[in-house]
Structures are given as structure tokens and as C-alpha cells.
């Protein structure tokens, strides 16, 4: 995505994408499917096709992306991959409940726009 940032407004396709990232093509053809469906990215189709930002890297903060990619989940759950956790009588549910705020406010607070250049 900081590719696109600095590339912007020219459209990137996932080929080139996936070669410069050294990632799956058809994976990153799936997280794109998802920022497109949730209109962080706009797609074209055709030769000249691809993706870009649908508005600027300023305006797009990592949380918008991690909610996308990784769904609208809750953070701190169980650590232990537990599905049902007594989460008010854990005895680290008041650190993990930190670390959630703290990962929050900090995907909150970083834009795309951060790592344009780096």
C-alpha cells in the first residue's frame, strides 16, 4: 500500500505489486478485492488496469487497513486461542485490554502517508 501511496495517481496492478513485494499474486489479489470492497482502493480493469488509492495516503490510517484485511474483530483476545474466555476474571485481562487500547490509538494514529519515501 505505501507503494501505491508513492506511485499515486498511477494505477498499479497486483503482478507488479506481488513482484516487487515478493508476495502471492493471488493472495494480494484477495486483500485487494477487500480494500477495493471497502473503497480504500479503486480498481480498473483492462491493460492498462490496476489499483489505486481512492483517496489520499493522509487520509487512510493503518487501523482503516488492519480492519479490512484482518475484520472487525475485537483486540486482546485469549492468548491462548481459547473461544470462550472468562476475559473479567483472567488475571491478564487488564494488560491485555492496555495493549489493545495501545494498538488501537497506535494503528489509529499512523497514516499511509508515514511511509511514503521509506
Not at 499474486?25 to 481512492?54: I, W, Y
Not at 472487525?72 to 485490554?97: M, Q, R
Not at 494503528?107 to 511511509?115: A, E, G, Y
Request: aromatic residues 12%; charged residues 25%; hydrophobic residues 35%.
Amino acid at each position: 500500500r505505501a507503494l501505491m501511496a508513492r506511485q499515486q495517481p498511477q494505477r498499479l496492478s497486483v503482478k507488479y505489486l506481488a513482484e516487487k513485494l515478493h508476495a502471492s499474486q493471488a493472495h494480494l489479489a484477495k486483500v485487494f478485492q477487500k480494500l477495493s470492497k471497502a473503497k480504500l482502493v479503486k480498481s480498473e480493469r483492462g491493460p492498462t488496469g490496476g489499483f489505486q488509492l481512492n483517496k489520499p495516503a493522509d487520509q487512510i490510517t493503518f487501523w482503516d487497513i488492519f480492519r479490512v484485511i484482518d475484520g472487525d474483530k475485537e483486540l486482546g483476545g485469549c492468548p491462548f486461542g481459547k473461544e470462550y474466555c472468562a476475559f473479567h476474571t483472567c488475571i491478564f485481562s487488564k494488560e491485555l485490554n492496555r495493549i489493545s487500547q495501545d494498538i488501537y490509538e497506535t494503528f489509529n494514529k499512523m497514516k499511509l502517508s508515514d511511509f511514503v519515501g521509506s
